[in-house]
């Protein structure tokens, strides 16, 4: 039986983590995810947790603990944002090399600079390369489902790579919403106990983080490519159980309105839902036109993709974060990538918005939408690099 609560995004991770119950958490506040750090030390105050609540001086001594605490064998977590996922860059690829299974709740904000305090994914696309699962959440409720996930696929003995659920600071990690939480013995039911097979406690002699010389650093990444590739299939059964527990469906991706849609907006996290609400104006009127949004980024699920704008027309992908590579944003670039061997590949452009917090609205997409429709009459993609909502540009 669910639970209903009113709860801003920041606290529904929160509440996920204490109903985990992890062994460590150790973390540094950094706005928009202070809340998160907040709620939780509460919680380890107040005796609700048994967890090791560890305050660390920095973002880069958060993960360096969370590294050590993994690799002793316990089940672990952080949380951080903007300048302070930056700060990690170098223990990210440390975290997923050593195969370590861990979450991390970030709550996106742009990086500087200038220096910005709000939202965009400059943030965790920038770590998009770094070995981590990454999946993203529309709203609130989505946020909380994905964290309690994120265990399940992290700790997988055939994946044992750390993951990223994100949410879009201040939008959804500040703004409250009427959501449905599992009760807390399904939580740790679902999630189960975590068993390392090797770990620095167990007795037996393990070296962790030694180097690691030419003739065997490749075959390591080969090791974790083939874990990165395989943990599709497993985001997809921790789901499909998901499911079975709550009602609450989730894939690689959601298709709307997708089913005869000829224009089609790609798009990720909380600006989906207003990509949606344009959507369904123009369905009134009869257009066919449809959102994918991307929940899974990392393993990019780039087959499934393809398959479902094979029949799309135009494409318009949304990246809120720029690659500043005079082509396009990491989103654009991995699906136009994705639909490149389709027979009939539709016309795809990239559109970059949103950066530092910029209002997105629904005449924003209704606009995209307009320009998919010249671009079918025409037959020409023109510049495929495009922003929009700038001022004075468009």
């Not at 460590?24 to 105050?45: C, G, L, W």
């Not at 002699?205 to 395989?230: C, I, N």
Request: aromatic fraction near 10%; glycine fraction near 8%.
């Amino acid at each position: 039986m669910g639970i209903r609560r009113l709860l801003s995004g920041n606290e529904a991770t929160a509440t996920a983590m204490k109903q985990v119950n992890p062994d460590v958490v150790a973390a540094y506040p950094i706005t928009p995810s202070t809340e998160v750090v907040h709620y939780f030390s509460q919680y380890v105050a107040d005796g609700e947790v048994d967890t090791e609540f560890v305050a660390v001086e920095s973002e880069h001594s958060a993960m360096s603990a969370c590294i050590g605490a993994s690799a002793a064998g316990g089940r672990t977590a952080t949380v951080t944002s903007a300048c302070g996922l930056a700060l990690m860059w170098e223990l990210l690829y440390v975290a997923s090399g050593q195969r370590l299974p861990m979450t991390l709740a970030v709550i996106n904000r742009a990086l500087s600079g200038p220096i910005n305090i709000n939202n965009d994914h400059s943030d965790s696309m920038g770590a998009r390369d770094s070995g981590w699962i990454q999946l993203y959440s529309e709203n609130n409720q989505e946020a909380y489902d994905n964290y309690v996930m994120s265990w399940r696929i992290s700790e997988h003995k055939d994946v044992l790579l750390p993951v990223m659920v994100c949410q879009d600071g201040f939008i959804t990690s500040h703004a409250v919403e009427n959501i449905e939480l599992i009760e807390d013995d399904e939580v740790k039911k679902f999630v189960g106990e975590f068993k390392p097979e090797r770990y620095l406690l167990d007795g037996d002699p393990l070296s962790v983080g030694p180097y690691d010389t030419p003739q065997f650093y490749f075959e390591h990444q080969y090791q974790r490519a083939q874990a990165m590739k395989g943990a599709k299939q497993i985001v997809l059964d921790v789901s499909k159980e998901f499911a079975a527990l709550t009602g609450r469906e989730y894939g690689l991706f959601e298709e709307y309105k997708m089913a005869d849609a000829e224009r089609v907006i790609v798009v990720l996290n909380s600006s989906a839902g207003t990509a949606k609400v344009a959507a369904d104006q123009l369905r009134v009127k009869g257009e066919k036109v449809g959102v994918l949004k991307l929940r899974l980024f990392r393993p990019f699920p780039h087959a499934e993709l393809a398959e479902a704008l094979a029949n799309a027309k135009a494409v318009a992908v949304m990246d809120k974060c720029d690659s500043f590579n005079g082509l396009g944003g990491p989103v654009f670039v991995d699906v136009r990538t994705a639909c490149y061997d389709l027979a009939n590949r539709p016309q795809i452009v990239n559109y970059i918005y949103g950066l530092g917090g910029r209002d997105v609205t629904v005449e924003n997409f209704l606009y995209v939408f307009e320009k998919l429709t010249e671009i079918i009459n025409s037959g020409k993609t023109d510049d495929i690099y495009r922003h929009v909502g700038v001022r004075g540009v468009n």
